[in-house]
């Protein structure tokens, strides 16, 4: 037996293929996860094994290895969330995203850091040793919300699409925020005397931080979908650029002391439009699916090594601080929200509601990055209370708060996710508002929005497409595509059924001559409309049409590492078009 | 900056990246790999980085560890290998495979290991400190012929089936005759005597190390198969137990000391199946591609790493021993195909000719394994010969040899690959003589493979299946499958080509009435033929017919961490069923 040899990569299987068992046991049983939210039900198998080892070796359970979490753990995870960010909302609502995001948690670092202290100077509670300092460092850790934990909780009870990106965006952008006012806050920490110039050194890192990590983001996610230009001939690795650029843009942001959260968001939006139209579509579903099944295991392995790491000794039990941590949190987070929604409020006519404000409050749950933070701290007599403390709100706030909030939700009739993707129609109508709305910006001279976004798709249409995408003479439509992609499905449905060729259904006849009729149409008003957009729009849907009757079936040869059956591109055979229009006709 | 903190990860990405970046490099240039084969150009790559970084630290590029290659490089490319292995063709030439194989490769490793003993007696060469043990142990880490190696050139030459896999077959095979010869000389050469009974020993690991690992792989494979049955309610992480699954297997046979290749082998080729048959089309491909993905990363990175420990001082520059290796490994191989071919022939209908002989001879590439191995040698004074030896073997058959081979077969007219798969008409055809054959052998009491297959066939679906399928109650017949995969492939074309709907082609129309009325007739051959087939056939075309109307279009919600989009399990809609049928009616 040589364990030894094959030590690391064996446990690191095994620990995912726990991880995977467990979700599986969890879905085997469909009323458990209903219930319950699943990152609840990992914390507690984590909890369980955690006590297990406890109890065998009688000493503590390794600790969640901070380097591990940021740089393998969370980037599949960030990035899943980046590439699925439904853009719309989320640049439709950035500035109040930005606001809570930026603001907020400032507003809460300062709030959570200031009551602690003075909580700290009861004598009874024998705080007084924890400087004002230390409780700022403490609140700029806990005050951020979690990505990982809201996404959990946040997808299982499918609330309004502006309601879930007003706090799914915030956790995601504080990263930038939290990260400044942690390390300011270390040092400070480490400093003897704290000049004024370095607090406006530390406001000046704010846009550095952010700015720094978008910029690094966007770099990256253009050159990956430059790269992907070249793949035409080899197909199997396009998902590979994929994955290589936004870890990339990730781990060179964290080298220069940057955002890497914002950075690969960045880069994965940036990416997605040209990668998605550059790749084949094998290669798009393996990206999609490999995103989804690697942020998946992670975000398992994430919430089961939080309850591993949860038992311990690591802890000093000082309950009233711990209890105030707690009440704190929750406190200043909903004053945070009142506050800045009464100055949203104020300048938008799409107002936030009280209901969605309570939720928003109180969905600000905290996770792994807190955990992880507080592991980093510089070694000081109360760290044990401070990842008490910590460990409780996680705690606190993924069970008691992520166990009721589906309940909450339901009871205040909180307005839900809609059903159903928008159907062409509706497409059609956004898109027509968007030009016209653009259009009145343009002559009243307000430059909102609309202006910079149909300014941006001029630059996009006219440079961009161009260098990254492979066949630039002929970008498609964004409803050309989506008209594609409903027609494959609908016959991979059909195929399915058993229904090709033997009956063409009537509802997918009308259907598609409604899609095909309605394309045109806009087309046509789009042309009319305004100047800025594609003229080849139409000329795209007579490509589709033109194609036609010009595919046979083809099989491709038997197989072969580089390639996968069925890739080989289809040629033209002359003779057989000329025999199937004759019969058609 | 703060490289430390990232280095791993940024420089493992990194390799990865220029390892990719090289790829479509030369695929950018059609002409390049036409003529010279990928795994040649990747080593001159590696070459060139060696050079630059031996020119700038005038020190020696690090060496490929071999660990790293033997835990993380190898099992994609073996379980790549595995999983798309043509079953058939393989299990049909089973015996001479493993006579190759073992045989074959035991002849190589004496035959090579004496010789270079005679030619280290020589005084002119100054090698007489060179034992026959040490001799040995280099023939054993020189014999094997390296499947990476093989498959880089054979997969671009595209002969035919039968060749391939007895090449192929055997490359992979050999590794468990490889890991004894080695282990058992290596400890020979660390013992003072060797007593008979250490030999005998020896030969009873040949069918421990191949056996347990075909057993630890079976194990794996079928645990696999049967957690899939589980993963109905979350499909993300389906791909994910064919990986985990796979290289535990691997792991677990290099821990117990057994074959690791033949382990993964037997994990892909017993789970595939019945994997196919639980997980869902998405996951499917999502495992292919990524399957495709990571072996052709592992494969680069594995040519590049060779090119770059090339250079260096790791040398001893004897030209004599050098020389004399790579003639003997070309004669022993040619005279070992010559003779065991000899043999096979006798006891074969199907014979190999002599050009498939030539081929099989000089397709006997070395690689990566014999470079890692040298590399674990124990230190000793002559380390240094082999090491020049077996880096002048490798990049002599893989430029020489890789680079002519393709040329050879042409002029030789070596029979090819057939373009196409096998159409239904054929598939049927092949199943009708094995149940004919099956029966015959069992009438006239000759226990061949036909029998075996039958009687494996008939366990298979008597037990097996209801274990590790889904819906045991109704199985699918291979046919069925195949036809269901046409019709979607088909239905995919047609919606690209915007035939959907608007007019069905004739030919689909024909070629699937063809196909269905195919279909019936032979489930009921099948089932005249023999009561040991499945009498589920015919109800599954029933079924497939059957549900002809019952599927309308659906979408599912908008975005969620563990679905992907179109999942959902369509619901029958009695109302539009009735509707539907009424107009085609």
Known sequence: LDYQHVQVPFEITLWIMLASLAKIGFHLYNKLPSVVPESCLLIFVGLIMGGIIYGL????????????????????????????????????????????????????????????????????????????????LFGSLIAAVDPVAVLAVFEEIHVNEKLHILVFGESLLNDAVTVVLYKLFRSFCEMSTIKSVDIFVGVGKFFVVGLGGVLVGLTFGLTAAFTTRFTKDIRVIEPLFVFLYSYLSYLTAEMFHLSGIVAIIACAMGMKRYVE??????????????????????????????????????????????????????????????????????????????????????????????????????????????????????????FVQGMTIRPL?????????????????????????????????????????????????????????????????????????????????????LAEAGQLGHAPSHPSLLRSG????????????????????????????????????????????????????????PVEHAEEILILRHKSL
């Open 514 to 569: 409604f899609l095909c009729s309605n394309n045109n149409r806009t087309a046509i008003t789009d042309k009319k409309l305004e100047d800025t957009l594609n003229p080849d729009v139409l000329e795209n849907i007579q490509q589709i049409l033109a194609r036609n009757l010009y595919r046979i079936r083809r099989t491709g040869p038997a197989y072969n590492r580089h390639t996968l059956p069925g890739e080989a591109e």
């Open 277 to 398: 139209a550059n790749i084949s579509l094998k290669s798009h579903t393996t990206v999609k699916y490999f995103m989804k099944m690697w942020s998946s295991v992670s975000d398992t392995l994430i919430f089961i090594f939080l309850g591993v790491s949860t038992i311990g000794e690591n802890h000093e039990w000082n309950w009233p601080y711990i209890c105030f941590t707690v009440v704190f949190c929750l406190i200043w987070r909903a004053l945070g929200v009142l506050v800045l929604t009464f100055f949203v409020n104020r300048f938008h006519v799409n107002t936030i509601t009280s209901k969605d404000q309570f939720i928003i409050a109180y969905g600000g749950l905290r996770g792994a990055i807190c955990f992880s933070l507080v592991f980093l701290l510089p070694d000081f007599h109360r760290k044990k209370l401070f990842i008490a403390a910590t460990t409780v709100v996680i705690l606190f706030t993924v």
């Open 57 to 136: 070796n009688d000493k503590s359970p390794p600790v969640m290895d901070s380097d591990i979490f940021f740089l393998y753990l969370l980037p599949p995870i960030v990035l899943d969330a980046g590439y699925f960010m439904p853009s719309r909302p989320f640049f439709e609502n950035i500035g109040t995203i930005l606001l809570y995001a930026v603001v907020g948690t400032i507003w809460n670092v300062f709030g959570i850091g200031f009551s602690l202290y003075g909580i700290c100077q009861v004598k009874a509670f024998r705080l007084q040793d924890v400087s004002l300092l230390h409780n700022l």
């Open 409 to 493: 939700v339901d009871l205040l009739a909180v307005k839900r996710e809609r059903e159903s993707a928008p159907t062409v129609g509706e497409q059609i109508h956004i898109r027509f508002l968007d030009h016209l709305l653009a259009g009145i910006e343009d002559i009243s001279g307000h430059w909102g929005q609309y202006y910079w976004k149909d300014k941006l798709e001029y630059f996009n249409s006219k440079y961009l497409q161009k260098i990254l995408l492979r066949e630039y003479d002929q970008p498609k439509s964004s409803i050309v595509l989506l008209y594609e992609k409903l027609e494959r499905k609908h016959a991979i449905e």
